[in-house]
C-alpha cells in the first residue's frame, strides 16, 4: 500500500497563513487529490481537491508539484475555528484494477491560538 | 438536502449483543461508505455499495454485514463483536462511485462502544 504521511501536529496563531503538506510517494496516476476538515465527534468535511498545479476556492489553496508525490494545503488567514484535524485522501497506485483503493493521510492536527 | 445522518449516536453493546447502525442521505448520492475511525487515527474504508450493489469489502470480518435496502439507506448490522471494535463509525455519500474525483459527504459518526 502507499505510505500517506503528514506532520503529526502544527501550532499557529490567528491571522497567519498555515501551510500543511502530505506526502503519497505511490499516489495513482489518475486520481485527485484531497483534503478534509474534521473536528472532534464529527465526520470529516470537504475543503478541497486538485489533481495538478493550483487550486483556489474560496477557503483554501492546494499545490500540487508536477510528480504529484506531495501536495501542500494552504489556509490563508486561519481563525480560532480552524482548529481541526486535517487529512489527504489519495487514490492507491499499488491497486491494478479500476477503482483504486481509497488511502487517507495519517492526519495533521493543526492548533490556532489567539 | 446535503446532510447525511446517521442514528445511533452512541451506542453500547455486549460481545453477545445483536445491533445495527444506519444511515440515511437524500442528495441522491448512489455511492454509499462506512468507515471506521480509531481515536486519533485516519479513517479507514470497510464497505462501498455502488447503486446498491456491494462494490468494495476491504477484508472486513463477518461480526460486520452491511446492507443497502435503497439508495438512501445504508445499514451495518453487528453481531458478536468484540472490545477492539469500539470505534467510531462513519457513513459516506458521494454521487456516482468510488472515484477519488467525487467528494464525499459525511455523517456524524456512531460511537461504539463495546463491552
Known amino acids: 500500500l502507499a505510505k500517506t504521511t503528514q506532520p503529526i501536529s502544527m501550532d499557529s496563531y490567528e491571522g497567519q497563513e498555515v501551510n500543511i503538506t502530505c506526502s503519497h510517494n505511490?499516489?495513482?496516476?489518475?486520481?485527485?487529490i484531497t483534503w478534509y476538515q474534521q473536528f472532534p465527534s464529527q465526520g470529516p468535511r470537504f475543503i478541497i481537491q486538485g489533481y495538478k498545479t493550483k487550486v483556489t476556492n474560496e477557503v483554501a489553496s492546494l499545490f500540487i508539484p508536477a510528480d504529484r508525490k506531495s501536495s501542500t494545503l494552504s489556509l490563508p488567514r486561519v481563525s480560532l475555528s480552524d482548529t481541526a484535524v486535517y487529512y489527504c485522501l489519495v487514490g492507491d497506485g499499488d491497486n491494478s484494477g479500476a477503482t483504486n483503493k481509497l488511502i487517507f493521510g495519517t492526519g495533521t492536527l493543526l492548533a490556532v491560538q489567539p | 438536502d446535503t446532510e447525511v445522518t446517521q442514528t445511533p449516536k452512541h451506542l453500547v453493546m455486549g460481545m453477545t449483543n445483536k445491533k445495527s447502525l444506519k444511515c440515511e442521505q437524500h442528495m441522491g448520492h448512489r455511492a454509499m461508505y462506512w468507515y471506521k475511525q480509531k481515536a486519533k487515527k485516519p479513517p479507514e474504508l470497510m464497505f462501498v455499495y455502488s447503486y446498491e450493489k456491494l462494490s468494495i469489502n476491504e477484508s472486513v470480518p463477518s461480526r460486520f454485514s452491511p446492507e443497502c435496502p435503497n439508495s438512501s439507506l445504508l445499514n451495518l448490522h453487528l453481531h458478536a463483536l468484540q472490545p477492539e471494535d469500539s470505534a467510531l463509525y462513519l457513513c459516506?455519500?458521494?454521487?456516482?462511485?468510488?472515484?477519488?474525483?467525487?467528494?464525499?459527504?459525511f455523517g456524524p459518526g456512531t460511537r461504539l462502544l463495546v463491552l
Open positions: 505511490n499516489i495513482a496516476t489518475n486520481d485527485y
Open positions: 459516506a455519500s458521494s454521487q456516482d462511485g468510488v472515484a477519488i474525483q467525487e467528494t464525499q459527504y
